[in-house]
């Protein structure tokens, strides 16, 4: 049996290629492009970062699923991405493995993309899968196209420049419907319980859930020390967004929440006002891995009160 297969594909884009590489690297826009014709993604988890993980659902026209995972080997910002992809049985056991390789080169002011796919670990199971792989890469990167062209001309993409660099973006499907993740993102008793990093517990003060509301609340670290904490509600719209500004340091949270089959698809947006001060959180506070486990334990806590 063969035991690798190689695949490679080039594009030219009538694109920037930092409005190219954002919309491979943002999980709300990836999953408007992803996948053959026809299919939808409604998971889409990417943690783009080397060791970042990724899931991504891929739901068929006649609504089969096609689970895979991965890894982020690679980043460099706006020029090269590589990462590990999986397509994935039944029982969540990988099929085959891919490692691809994404260039973005400038050519004038378009980007010319060439994807070099490496496909090993080939199971017995996988040839149904990998016969198609050619023309599934190229419909998808035809949507790739079509979504760019769209957004381009409907202004959406024009001003990537705007949180490129000072943006952390968590999605994750969550195994309950948006009332009740609403309710435990809203309720002081529920939030209390499962906000923060690891180790950190919570005393709510105050939270005014509505525009102009105040919230605060006294994280509580693991070591003892207590951080201060104070928002400002922006937007609030129940069982669907919820955007605050948190005063020091300062950055932006949209939070949405968006049902799939009586599941809640969350998006976790984090918007500094630089990409300095993104880095210095990041450094000082490690507001990147927070995050992630800031999503983990709500997924355990809600887990936990549904049974």
């Known amino acids: ?15 920037p290629r930092e409005l190219l590489f954002r919309v491979w690297t943002d999980p709300e826009h990836l999953a408007r492009w992803w996948g053959p014709a026809g299919f939808t993604n409604p998971v889409c988890e990417i943690d783009v970062r080397p060791g970042g993980a990724i899931l991504i659902h891929m739901q068929g026209p006649d609504g089969t699923v096609y689970p895979m995972d991965g890894m982020y080997h690679e ?18 056991s990988r099929l085959f493995e891919v490692l691809n390789t994404i260039t973005f080169a400038e050519e004038g002011k378009k980007t010319k993309l060439t994807l070099h796919a490496t496909v090993s670990k080939i199971t017995a199971d996988a040839w149904q899968y990998l016969d198609g792989m050619n023309q599934g890469w190229s419909q998808s990167l035809v949507r790739l196209g079509e979504y760019v062209k769209k957004n381009i001309s ?43 990093p690891n180790g950190f ?10 525009p102009d509301g105040v919230w605060e609340f006294v994280m509580h670290g693991p070591d003892g020390t207590d951080y201060k904490n104070k928002s400002i509600y922006q937007e609030i719209v129940k069982n669907e967004k919820i ?12 939070v949405t929440f968006e049902e799939h089959r009586k599941k809640t698809l969350l998006t976790w ?12 959180v990041v450094k000082v506070f490690k507001a990147d891995e927070g995050l992630v486990q800031n999503v983990d334990k709500l997924e355990a806590y809600l887990i936990k009160i549904e049974n």
Do not use: C
Not at 243 to 254: A, C, D, G, M, N
């Open 1 to 15: 049996m063969q035991e690798k297969k190689e695949l490679e594909i080039s594009r030219l884009y009538n694109a």
């Open 201 to 210: 517990t919570n005393t709510i003060d105050k939270m005014e859930v509505r």
């Open 269 to 280: 947006r984090m918007l500094f006002e630089s990409a300095e001060e993104l880095n210095r």
């Open 75 to 92: 980043i460099v910002e706006p020029e090269r991405l590589v990462f590990m992809s999986a397509a994935l049985d039944d029982k969540g």
């Open 154 to 196: 409907d202004g959406a993409l024009q001003n990537s420049d705007d949180t490129s660099g000072r943006e952390l973006v968590i999605t994750r499907l969550l195994n309950a419907p948006p009332e009740l993740v609403w309710k435990v993102w809203t309720e002081p008793d529920h939030i209390k319980n499962w906000w923060g």
């Open 243 to 254: 955007v605050f500004v948190h005063l020091s340091p300062k950055f932006k949270v949209t």
